[in-house]
């Protein structure tokens, strides 16, 4: 059987790619750039754009299971496009879909609901990803990482978890209609990352914790939209409950237990050491 993953060269989507892969299944991977794409041996590139459906043909034709994001552009804007492409999905004889959730719920959803396709929405918590992104130039560079809040917990899920719970909905089915919402095995708070982060990297790593109004003034400092900085001192600041509360569903679908920081550390610990 062959699926179309979305968002196949991101953090996520590079994860369904590998999982499906180790499944045994053919991958069709979608980008709108192929020629820059950087994917396993053995999977098919494809491009097209999911704003723009008339482009999207070729990429559904012949496959079983879509897993889809829900956004189009750098800028992560809703997927406006969303009842076409649920169109196109029925049209081409696609049965299951994922979904990788966003901030923000578009057309995708609605037509989904309405559609017969097999749907499941994943709602991960925090990437535990995000602390590359974040921390990695200033602990390379300084062994220090600045932000605010150091007591709030996350319930941060490992990007591999939410790859391998699409690619096992996708090829065995389950949780159709569902929400689930994925999170790693622990709640940690951002000192206790730090400490994990540092006996992984093998090197101390000072946390030095920035008021609100420190925090906001360093993010602007750094680019980050208005609106994003918003939504960082929310999220951050006042995490809603389902950010620190552990679920099983990674479990409950991948037969696997959900993978760990202080994994996710040791994996990753090269990117937060000096170049040598
Ligand atoms: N970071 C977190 O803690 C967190 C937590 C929960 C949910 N999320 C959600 O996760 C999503 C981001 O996922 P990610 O981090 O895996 O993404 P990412 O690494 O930022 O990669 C973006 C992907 O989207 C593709 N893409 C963007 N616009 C496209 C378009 N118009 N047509 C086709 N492909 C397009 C890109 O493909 P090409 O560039 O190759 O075309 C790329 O593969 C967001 O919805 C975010 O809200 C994030």
Known sequence: MTFLVTGATGTVGRHVVAELLRLGQDVRALTRDPAKADLPAGVEVVGGDLADPATLTEA?????????????????????????????????????????????QGPLEDALGASGLEWTMLAPTEFMSNTRQWWAGSVRAEGVVREPFGGRRSAMVHEADIG???????????????????????????????????????????????TEEQARARWAADGMPAELIEFLVEALGNT???????????EDVTGRPARTFAQWAAENAADFRPAA
């Open 164 to 210: 391998a719970v699409a690619a096992a909905l996708l090829v065995n089915g389950g949780r159709h209609g569902e929400e689930i919402v994925l999170t790693g095995p622990e709640a940690i708070t951002t000192t206790a990352k730090v400490r994990l982060l540092a006996e992984a990297v093998g090197r101390e790593i000072e946390y030095v914790e920035l």
């Open 240 to 250: 809603p409950e389902i950010g620190y509360t552990v679920t099983t569903a990674v």
């Open 60 to 104: 559904f034709a012949g496959v079983t299971g879509v897993h889809l994001i829900n956004f189009a552009g750098d800028a992560y804007g809703a997927l406006e496009s969303g009842a076409e492409l649920v169109r196109l999905a029925v049209a081409s004889g696609v049965r299951r879909v994922t979904v990788l959730g966003g901030r923000d």
